[in-house]
Nanobody
């Protein structure tokens, strides 16, 4: 099975930046690569997605601040997060949607935005 491993989370001050990485254990075909987040007591939220053709979409709450990208050679998807706010504090999860309705998830990485 495909394994997804997130990294790059941590503690950052408001206005700062972080780059999250999600590395896949092997090369595989995909339809969408996504980043979700979930804060305590709140529902899981889709924050960014990128299609196999390179099209991207973002949640309104992160539009203009976050950028999703991918590196096929490294089997990796990234989430560049700029101008971070305390409201961005959450566990961030990498998700891959593959053909035949296969759906893979990473273990999550904690992002904390605080002074």
């Amino acid at each position: 099975q495909v394994q997804l491993v997130e990294s790059g989370g941590g503690l950052v001050q408001p206005g700062g930046s972080l780059r999250l990485s999600c590395a896949a254990s092997q090369v595989f075909s995909f339809n969408y690569m996504n980043w979700y987040r979930q804060a305590p007591g709140k529902e899981r939220e889709l924050v960014a997605m990128i299609s196999s053709s390179g099209n991207t979409n973002y949640a309104e709450s992160v539009q203009g601040r976050f950028t999703i990208s991918r590196d096929g050679a490294k089997n990796t998807v990234y989430l560049q997060m700029n101008s971070l706010k305390p409201e961005d504090t959450a566990v961030y999860y990498c998700n891959v949607k593959a053909p035949l309705n296969w759906d893979y998830w990473g273990q999550g990485t904690q992002v904390t935005v605080s002074s």
